[in-house]
């Protein structure tokens, strides 16, 4: 195998990219009208011998971050080739690529998200920027909650996956995930309590959202078996505007914690849905 290069797509292998992104994000007339049109400084590829080992697509769009400026948001995806995945060849052009979007002044709206065996050997980390919410639980609480539906606690991988896919395919990093990955993600480390994720099922019973979350403890256990906990979001990710107002309910409830932690992706919607957005304590966090 050759040394790999990287730069734009050109013209010759848009039929190749447009197959090697519908492998990871649905039907290839989809993966079409993700490139189409795009200028070639907007698909960023990554070349071997053999043919394209991955790419990369991302759009500018000015976002306003917890309602108090204003900044480039640059969403977009990527995609490696399978005989690739999970080996951490294309970081050598992944960080560069992101650190100068970085440099330029965009604030990216990725989803930062622990994927297993991929996600940190692949070095997308420190490149995405994340709106950071801290406080007690019950600041999640929207202010008004219509959603129907409701949660379903433990459920089947198999379940995750498409809201999964659909809510990843239009962001940043590598966002493969497997049956495999779900289990990893769910096996508790060190410092947790326990680790949790909860479904939320639409009025028809159809996976419209989940959460993946986990408790955490700061200290000695106490008298007071609640003391030191936090409740720390991994990853919120709701297909409709009802499962994600419910997912946010559900999260509020932990009223026994006494602190929660989230991560959001920076254009997150959790400021304008809650009462008392400026009590989360907002701030933005690179990397």
């Known amino acids: 195998m050759s ?38 400084e907007q698909i960023f590829a990554v070349r071997r011998e053999e043919g394209l080992a991955a790419i990369g697509r991302w759009e500018s769009a000015e976002v306003s971050l917890h ?24 970081t050598p052009y992944a960080e560069p690529m992101m650190g100068l979007l970085r440099d330029q002044g965009h604030v990216l709206a990725g989803w930062k998200t622990a994927i297993p065996r991929w996600w940190r050997a692949m070095g997308w980390g420190p490149c995405a920027a994340v709106s950071r919410y801290t406080g007690t639980p019950g600041l999640l609480r929207p202010t008004h909650d219509p959603a129907l539906g409701g949660p379903e ?32 993600l769910l096996r508790p480390e060190p410092a947790d309590v326990r680790r949790d994720t909860v479904l939320w099922r639409g009025p028809q019973g159809t996976p419209e959202g989940y ?3 986990r408790h955490t403890r700061s200290g000695a ?37 006494p602190a929660f932690r989230w991560d959001a992706p920076a254009d997150d919607p959790l400021p304008s849905v809650v009462r008392e957005p400026r009590d989360l304590q907002p701030r933005t966090v690179v990397g």
């Open 67 to 90: 309602g108090l400026s204003t900044s480039i948001a640059v969403k977009g995806l990527v995609t490696t080739h399978p005989a690739l995945r999970r080996r951490g060849m294309i």
């Open 153 to 184: 606690l433990g459920p089947d991988p198999e379940d995750l996956l498409p809201v999964h896919r659909a809510f990843a395919a239009r962001r940043f990093g590598p966002l493969l995930r497997d049956v495999d990955d779900w289990h990893a």
């Open 3 to 40: 040394d790999l290069d990287a730069g734009p797509l050109r013209d010759h292998e848009f039929d190749e990219a447009v197959a090697l992104l519908a492998y990871s994000f649905g039907t290839a007339a989809e993966a079409h009208a993700q490139l189409e049109g795009l200028p070639p």
């Open 221 to 257: 256990v106490t008298a007071n078996r609640y003391e030191g906990l936090e409740l720390v979001v991994d990853e919120l990710a709701a297909l409709t505007p009802g499962a994600y107002l419910g997912l946010l309910g559900f999260l509020a409830d932990h009223t026994t914690v």
């Open 211 to 213: 959460a993946r979350y």
